[in-house]
């Protein structure tokens, strides 16, 4: 399909990027993981588990358009379905944040955490209602979001790293 021939770059670099940092969070988290606090669960499942969801976004919507599709209704369903599940998941995670006790977060954390990732899963929904009437647009948008929830990914990566070099092991130090 002419259309998605010329992204294929474009997500092969994507894709790589999320898959190989999937890995590397995992190796990250299992190294400074001894045995968290009964309360770390809740900031676990609002801060760790979503970054490993937005780079399997990514890889997933780089996979799905890397594929030979022979039109573009089938990939633009599931691209929106994507869409559409990861905006309710973002208000999930928006949720447990309130909820969770261990980290009262900032506006970075709202913004890295439940704002971008709503923005960018909402652009995946509206890029496959928008792709018959601006299909050139609409696979920008989707482009776009892709590339947002890897930046989201390794931000989110960092932020927690950091958290737990800086902060969490001091309380262990003294």
């Not at 009262?104 to 971008?116: C, G, V």
């Not at 892709?146 to 092991?169: C, K």
């Amino acid at each position: 399909m002419p259309e998605l021939a010329a992204w294929d770059g474009f997500y092969g670099i994507v894709g790589s990027a999320a898959g190989a940092l999937i890995g590397l969070q995992f190796v990250v988290l299992t190294l400074i993981a001894e045995r968290p606090l009964p309360p770390a669960a809740d900031a676990g499942a609002a801060f760790a588990t979503p970054t490993i969801i937005h780079f399997g976004a990514a890889l997933l919507v780089s996979a799905l358009l890397r594929a030979p599709w022979q039109a573009l209704a089938p990939v633009a369903a599931l691209w929106g379905f994507i869409g559409a599940a990861g905006a309710a998941y973002a208000v999930v995670v928006a949720r447990r944040m309130r909820a969770q006790s261990t980290y009262r977060p900032q506006f970075e954390d709202w913004l890295f955490h439940a704002l971008l990732p709503l923005a960018a899963y909402a652009s995946l929904a509206l890029s496959a209602l928008a792709v018959f009437s601006h299909t050139r647009e609409s696979l920008f948008g989707v482009g776009g979001a892709a590339l947002l929830l890897l930046f989201i990914g390794i931000h989110n990566s960092w932020d927690s790293i950091a958290y737990h070099v800086f902060f969490s092991r001091q309380d262990t130090r003294s």
